[in-house]
């Protein structure tokens, strides 16, 4: 597998490291704000599933329109650099918040950048290696990803411990934003041949039927799949000390980034499917366990080690099936699809899932997310296809 690794183009290792840095960034602040929120700004779980669902929405309509653009225009690199560009020197200003609203605000902002970038990226990685590399391709892509994702609480974590305010260490993410920008000049466009683009249309039907499955599929799960910081809360709620925060996240990001590589080359001699099914049940199960948790602390640390397990299983898979279903003059605009589902569905899920939490009980809200995953993987493995060749035979089907 490390020989495989080691053999992927240098567009792959290049946006792999971009992410790396980015996401030392972003995890810097990530894991930090529901704290922020709670005890800074006193907001709570409704506000911080307003805050994520709609950011994550409104922020999701760019990724289609900018992974369409891609394709009609041929071109990827500008938009992949304007999007990593903005997140970056967005993410900081949440220091400067003095309501829950700024903190929308930045956050609004910083998943516009996502939205500018993620799309176009991803077909820049589809269009850069082999179709037999692609589960692996997007793993590697995800494990510096998530191995960035580590960085970054360490970072957090090691600034509280000396002292710093949450503030100051949002500041300091400017850092590693920086560099972001000045690595992204280094990418180059992709060859793509120049074909007719096909007209766009809004009700799908331009896309293979098998695609057009998957996505509903994957808009049932991600109706459960509400924001992680979620998990960081009830983690908070159960007893875990604000400085170890960050660590628990730092654990669940390592974890995938060990485990992401050979979970999604495996993707790449079977079918995908397997993976993402299995993955989806681990999801359900947690799900289920984490709202019955009593507040034990030390029983966070494996049950957020078996969710970075869950990361693995899916995060590379997931994104190669969509590979799998489209020709690669479409690729832009199948991620702009998938983002724009698993992204706009965040608001409804987050949303949902903040009132269950206040109104109900955190174990109603976990429950139902439980619920959604074991439906969309019965679905999955039922109804989207039955083996991985008739997947990618029915990417000709319309």
């Known amino acids: 597998m490390i020989r495989d690794a080691l053999s992927l183009p240098r567009t792959i290792w290049l946006l792999g490291l971009v992410s790396l840095v980015n996401d030392s960034a972003s995890d810097m602040i990530y894991p930090l704000v529901p704290l922020y929120l709670a005890s800074v700004l006193m907001a709570g779980p409704k506000a911080l599933g307003l805050i994520e669902g709609l950011a994550e929405a409104l922020g999701s309509v760019l990724k289609l329109f900018a992974g369409v653009l891609a394709?009609?225009?041929?071109?990827?690199?500008?938009?992949?650099?304007?999007?990593?560009?903005?997140?970056?020197?967005?993410?900081?200003?949440?220091?400067?918040?003095t309501s829950w609203l700024g903190v929308l605000a930045c956050r609004f902002g910083d998943r516009v950048g996502k939205g500018l970038r993620a799309a176009p990226r991803d077909a820049l990685l589809t269009l850069s290696v082999a179709p037999n590399q692609r589960g692996l391709a997007f793993g590697l892509h995800r494990a510096m990803d998530n191995l960035g994702a580590?960085?970054?609480?360490?970072?957090?974590?090691?600034?509280?411990?000396?002292?710093?305010?949450?503030?100051?260490?949002?500041?300091?993410?400017?850092?590693?934003?920086?560099?972001?920008?000045?690595?992204?000049?280094?990418?180059?466009?992709p060859e793509r041949a120049t074909l007719k683009a096909k007209p766009f249309r809004w009700d799908l039907s331009d896309q293979p039927r098998a695609l057009r499955r998957y996505l509903l599929v994957l808009a049932l799960f991600t109706?459960?799949?509400?924001?992680?910081?979620?998990?960081?809360?009830?983690?908070?709620?159960?007893?875990?000390?604000?400085?170890?925060?960050?660590?628990?996240?730092?654990?669940?990001?390592g974890v995938a980034a060990l485990a992401g590589?050979?979970?999604?080359?495996?993707?790449?001699?079977?079918?995908r499917r397997r993976l993402i099914i299995v993955g989806w049940a681990v999801y359900a199960v947690f799900y289920l366990a984490f709202g019955l948790l009593p507040a034990q602390p030390w029983?966070?640390?494996?049950?957020?080690?078996?969710?970075?397990?869950?990361?693995a299983a899916t995060e590379g898979a997931e994104?190669?099936?969509?590979?799998?279903?489209?020709?690669?003059?479409?690729?832009?605009?199948?991620?702009?699809?998938?983002?724009?589902?698993?992204?706009?569905?965040?608001?409804?899920?987050?949303?949902?899932?903040?009132?269950?939490?206040?109104?109900?009980?955190?174990?109603?809200?976990?429950?139902?997310?439980?619920?959604?995953?074991?439906?969309?993987?019965?679905?999955?493995?039922?109804?989207?296809?039955?083996?991985?060749?008739?997947?990618?035979?029915?990417?000709?089907?319309?």
């Open 261 to 271: 590589p050979p979970l999604s080359a495996l993707s790449d001699r079977i079918d």
């Open 319 to 398: 994104k190669a099936l969509v590979a799998d279903l489209v020709p690669g003059d479409q690729a832009g605009t199948a991620f702009g699809w998938y983002n724009l589902v698993t992204g706009v569905l965040l608001l409804p899920a987050s949303l949902l899932f903040g009132w269950l939490w206040s109104d109900v009980t955190p174990l109603a809200a976990f429950a139902f997310g439980s619920a959604c995953a074991l439906c969309a993987a019965l679905l999955l493995a039922f109804w989207v296809g039955a083996q991985r060749g008739a997947f990618v035979e029915g990417a000709a089907e319309t």
């Open 299 to 311: 029983l966070l640390w494996p049950m957020f080690a078996g969710y970075g397990l869950f990361l």
């Open 150 to 189: 580590v960085i970054g609480p360490l970072i957090a974590a090691g600034l509280l411990g000396l002292g710093f305010s949450l503030r100051e260490v949002f500041f300091w993410a400017i850092v590693p934003a920086l560099l972001v920008v000045v690595l992204t000049l280094f990418i180059h466009e």
């Open 71 to 97: 394709d009609r225009l041929r071109r990827m690199r500008g938009w992949v650099i304007a999007g990593y560009a903005l997140s970056g020197l967005v993410r900081p200003l949440i220091a400067l918040s």
């Open 223 to 253: 109706l459960g799949n509400s924001s992680n910081m979620f998990l960081l809360l009830r983690a908070r709620e159960l007893g875990l000390g604000e400085a170890q925060v960050p660590l628990i996240w730092a654990l669940v990001c």
